[in-house]
């Protein structure tokens, strides 16, 4: 079988490149195996002496595809099915650049960040529990990633000088590999003072373990609350946009957000300028 190959380049894997990088890879081989092709066949069931003859680029794409009508962006799938590529040149013994796929097939149209409404906020917020409020309250006001958020402890939240600390720890390393210091609005310092202390994390469950369904909580409330698309990076988003109409330079936000570089940031400008000339031109013609 294929998946008996698995560990071992994993465990490679795991000693060559970032802990960050590991999980994502093994996170996606173990979703690629038990991916569901159209015919009803798992790829897992293929072995590693017919793999060439019997995994196909159709394949490949019709995984993208899969991933997507999953509820996956675009950009995450073309992601996804690379990485698993990456797997399967190393079975095949492909050189680099080789393979059933390329980099070409997993472009993408870059979509302006998608932002919530002030009206989408108070019905999000309306529909949290006090827990669930503290925890997007966060992601709203410090622009976290979901990750930050889940890794965050005590020892980062500096009350006095009201700021947090994005830093490495055991098992985490910030996505950038860079630390950073965020400036937090008063009012969320208040909000995170409420919650309880039961072991390291900011963030834990009800039983002591660290706080990890941002993602799934965030589709409940949505839900519930009747706003689409809710997602933890949606208020990310909305945090950079925020910022940047409000003002705030560019290079600070790109601080505060933690971006390598500059351009990533601009994404989140060109956002702020858009919903800001809307409201303009909304202005205009509604005078008259």
Same mark, same amino acid.
């Given at each position: ?61 019709q995984y993208k ?11 995450? &799938? ?82 006095? &000088? ?13 996505? *950038?590999?860079?630390?950073? *210091? ?103 013609f509604n005078g008259?």
């Amino acid at each position: 079988m294929v998946s008996h190959t698995l560990p071992a380049y994993l465990e490679e894997y795991r000693l060559s490149q970032s802990e960050e990088s590991y999980e994502l890879m093994k996170q996606t081989l173990g979703e690629f195996f038990g991916y569901e092709k159209p015919n009803g066949q798992h790829v897992r069931g293929f072995t590693s002496t017919n793999l060439v003859n019997r995994i196909t680029r159709l394949d490949m794409l019709q995984y993208k595809a899969w991933l997507v009508e999953k509820g996956r962006s675009v950009r995450t &799938a073309g992601n996804k099915m690379l990485r698993a590529n990456q797997y399967l040149r190393t079975v095949m013994k492909l050189k680099p650049g080789e393979g059933l796929v390329t980099v070409k097939d997993a472009k993408y149209v870059e979509l302006e960040p998608e932002v919530y409404s002030q009206s989408e906020l108070d019905a999000f917020f309306a529909a949290c529990n006090p827990f669930q409020f503290a925890v997007f309250k966060t992601l709203l006001m410090s622009g976290l990633r979901k990750q930050e958020l889940e890794n965050l402890t005590l020892d980062d939240v500096d009350y006095d &000088a009201g700021t947090l600390k994005v830093c490495a720890k055991e098992g985490f390393r910030p996505k *950038t590999w860079e630390e950073r *210091t965020v400036e937090l609005p008063s009012d969320l310092l208040e909000i995170l003072k409420t919650l309880p202390r039961r072991n390291a994390y900011v963030f834990t469950t009800k039983t002591g373990g660290r706080y990890t369904h941002a993602w799934d909580d965030a589709k409940t409330i949505g839900k519930a609350a009747g706003v689409k698309d809710a997602h933890p990076h949606k208020f990310r988003a909305t945090y950079a946009t925020k910022l940047l109409q409000s003002g705030i330079d560019l290079k600070t936000v790109q601080k505060l957000l933690g971006h390598k570089n500059l351009e990533s940031t601009m994404r989140y400008l060109a956002r702020a300028e858009s919903i800001t000339v809307r409201a303009k031109v909304d202005s205009v013609f509604n005078g008259h």
